[in-house]
Each structure stands twice: as structure tokens, then as C-alpha cells.
């Protein structure tokens, strides 16, 4: 690996910006690269104003897991703490290879969807009571999309949470991947007097649009123009080839 890595730190050097989607990524970035980024977070994939369609046999007040069914997104601390808390339903959103082994961890106020449409989704976010997740994520999406319909986050506190995420404000943190913790804070969640005008307010800062400008405004300065100037197209960059042997990529 070390002649493809050599060959890959030479040509990001060549990059006249860097975009981080947040400061754990820019941390990552400087550590390997020894470039400081700049962080631009995405916007939310699924905004309010579409089609809203229920979702049969789930009523509203559930709390909302939307993650892809792998090991690493923790989905297993979650259904524990919801089978040892007495009166809350679990709605379970995403597809992957542990969905199997996680419905056999899960009790009867457990419920799997599987992948749904934006319709459907849009209503989940709009009828649960709040979103939760305990993975390590290098950003973390589904905070801002639940915050875009005023619906708070319990999330761990850890990575691309600690940006997408304000304590008090938009969500409540547990400290560590464990059912106790997890279930600590929803208890905080549940307990707390959410605001759906200031989660929404606050979660605006990632809005497309702000984006779009901030994106433009980056453009425009390392084209030397004003915002708004269409930028001129880069020149072509001579980036050496990867090494090779025998025609082939060394890796």
C-alpha cells in the first residue's frame, strides 16, 4: 500500500480546496493529508412540502431509528433499552445484513419497515416523538432531517452528531454505546419542553440554499470573481498515474 498512498497524498496536494461535511472529517483530512479543510455540511436529502402518506399499523408518538442495518450503527443497544422501557414503540427504517439478527432481539413494540418512500418517511418524521441513533457517524443526516419537521434527536455523543446536533436546542446526548445511557436520555427526551419552531430555526443553518451560497461564494473566490460570476473551468492537472506493476494499480 505505501507507493498508492505516497502517489495519493502527492495528487490531493494538487486540490486548490478541501470541503470536510464536518469538523471530525476536517480532523481526519489534516491527520493524513496535513490539509486544512474547509467544513460544508450537506443539506438534509428530505425536506417538508412533499407527499405525506401513514404508514399502516404504526401510530404516532413512536420513536424513529433510520440507519442502514449494519453492526457498527449500534441498532441492538437501541431495541435493548425500548424492550426494558415499559410504553414506547420502536419504528425501525433501513435495510442491511444484521436485520436478521436484530429482529431476533426484538420484542413485540419493536417494528421493521424495511426501506419506505419519501412519502412515508415524511410522515414518520412528522408523527414520531423523536429520532434516535447510536452509531459513530462521521456526520450524521438524520438529526437535520428530523429537525427540519421541529421533531428533536437522542443521539450519541460522538463524531458528526456533536455538529449536527445542539444539546438543549435540538437533541439530547448519551455519552456512551450502552442500553443504560441510551435509555437515560430518552427519558431526558421525553421530559424536555421541545420547541418545533426553535429545532426547525436551528437546524436552518444547513439548509440547502445556505449551501448552495456558501459553495458559490468559494467558487467565486478562487476565481477571483464576485459571487454570482460563473466560475472559469480548471485547467487540466498533470497528476502522475498510480504506480504500477505488470499494467496493474500496486495496492
Not at 12 to 35: C, L, W
Not at 164 to 172: C, D, L, M, N
Not at 173 to 189: I, Q, Y
Request: net charge negative.
Amino acid at each position: 500500500m505505501s507507493p498508492l498512498r505516497e502517489w495519493d497524498v502527492r495528487g490531493a496536494r494538487r486540490a486548490d480546496v478541501y470541503f470536510a461535511n464536518s469538523t471530525v472529517t476536517q480532523r481526519a483530512i489534516a491527520e493524513v493529508y496535513g490539509v486544512e479543510a474547509e467544513v460544508l455540511p450537506p443539506p438534509p436529502a428530505l425536506v417538508p412540502g412533499g407527499e405525506e402518506r401513514s404508514v399502516p399499523g404504526v401510530e404516532p408518538g413512536f420513536l424513529l431509528c433510520v440507519a442502514r442495518l449494519m453492526p457498527y450503527k449500534n441498532v441492538d443497544i437501541i431495541i435493548e433499552a425500548i424492550n426494558a422501557l415499559s410504553g414506547l414503540q420502536l419504528v425501525v427504517v433501513g435495510k442491511g445484513p444484521d436485520r436478521e439478527r436484530l429482529q431476533t432481539l426484538a420484542g413485540p413494540r419493536v417494528r421493521f419497515l424495511g426501506g419506505v418512500s419519501d412519502a412515508e418517511l415524511r410522515w414518520l418524521y412528522v408523527n414520531c416523538s423523536a429520532l434516535v441513533a447510536a452509531s459513530h457517524e462521521d456526520y450524521g443526516l438524520s438529526p437535520l432531517e428530523a429537525g427540519t419537521f421541529g421533531r428533536p434527536s437522542v443521539v450519541l455523543r460522538y463524531g458528526g452528531f456533536l455538529d449536527t446536533v445542539a444539546e438543549g436546542q435540538t437533541g439530547v446526548f448519551f455519552d456512551t454505546p450502552t442500553a443504560g445511557a441510551f435509555s437515560e436520555a430518552v427519558r431526558e427526551a421525553l421530559r424536555h419542553p421541545w420547541s418545533s419552531q426553535v429545532i426547525t430555526d436551528t437546524v436552518d443553518r444547513f439548509a440547502s440554499h445556505r449551501f448552495a451560497q456558501r459553495l458559490q461564494e468559494v467558487a467565486a473566490r478562487l476565481a477571483g470573481a464576485p459571487v454570482g460570476t460563473p466560475a472559469r473551468q480548471p485547467e487540466p492537472r498533470n497528476v502522475p498515474d498510480p504506480p504500477t506493476k505488470d499494467g496493474n494499480v500496486v495496492a
